[in-house]
């Protein structure tokens, strides 16, 4: 799909496009076959790849928990539950480690956050052109696989996990308390304006950091995958010196899928620990 009648940067383009579905310029609803109608969408657009392809990862990690959960026995644990018991231990150990107070709620939000995140980072390690190939095959004119490359997944996170701090902030200090913080701290009743810009922007800070950080270096190793496969359409094409530039590829692909298995695992437990860290200063009086 990218050697013969793609340049690169057509390539490039195609490859960083969502399937999106929305209000076309003639008035009708339905699938934006290129990048500039997907733009004429608006905010109301969806994007559908992003939406279905976490949907289904969401569901495969709901399936393999319950199921572990169903067959758990006291006797010689099978394989997945070992697995999964592993993962639990791993995820209470770093609730208890970052969250001083009491709250049933935080460890399985932890959990999902971690799994959820882990398994769409890792759809990175597909290789590039097989899913949006066999789309393409389909009808479908994009197909971007890997949801945490798109901001719109990301930001839905980080607000989910906002909201949620927001919440228990003024659960556990009540408004008063909360818009306490926000207008009385660092400074005093004096300093009102600067308190109330600086713990602003420390409130705002936290689902903008949370999306931006998950979403740069997902994005940032996507690229470098694609700038990868891009070496294999060059190969393709060349007639002469094409087995270096052909093994330089395999080399750089390797190389990258493997140190990409340490980001794609880092990243989903910076955003879950980072989210522990939030919901831990919401039940917090002072921080």
Request: proline content about 4%.
């Amino acid at each position: 799909m990218s050697g013969e009648t793609q340049t690169s940067a057509e390539y490039i383009k195609h490859h960083l496009q969502n399937l999106t579905y929305g209000q076309l310029p003639d008035g009708s609803w339905g699938i934006a076959h290129s990048a500039e109608q997907a733009k004429e969408m608006g905010f109301w657009a969806i994007n559908l790849d992003t939406t279905i392809i976490a949907f289904i990862l969401g569901a495969i990690f709901l399936f393999f928990f319950v199921r572990a959960a169903q067959k758990a026995s006291a006797g010689v644990p099978t394989g997945l539950q070992n697995f999964v018991e592993w993962i639990v231990d791993f995820i209470d150990t770093s609730v208890r480690g970052s969250f001083t107070a009491k709250n049933d709620m935080v460890a399985p939000l932890a959990l999902t956050i971690f799994a959820w995140i882990l398994l769409m980072n890792l759809m990175d390690l597909v290789p590039i052109d097989y899913l949006p190939l066999a789309a393409h095959a389909a009808g479908l004119p994009f197909l971007k696989v890997v949801p945490t490359t798109d901001p719109n997944a990301t930001f839905g996170m980080s607000i989910a996990v906002f909201v949620l701090v927001v919440f228990y902030s003024i659960k556990m200090k009540g408004l008063g308390g909360f818009v306490g913080e926000l207008t009385l701290q660092p400074f005093g009743k004096f300093g009102l304006p600067a308190n109330i810009f600086l713990e602003g922007v420390n409130l705002i800070a936290k689902p903008v950091s949370l999306a931006l950080r998950l979403f740069g270096n997902m994005y940032a190793g996507e690229m470098i995958f694609i700038l990868i496969a891009l070496m294999g359409a060059s190969w393709a094409s060349a007639t002469f010196g094409s087995t270096l530039l052909f093994g330089s590829q395999i080399v750089l692909s390797l190389g990258w899928a493997i140190f990409h298995i340490l980001i794609v695992t880092l990243q989903a437990f910076i955003f879950m620990t980072l989210t522990i860290v939030y919901m831990d200063m919401a039940h917090q009086e002072h921080h």
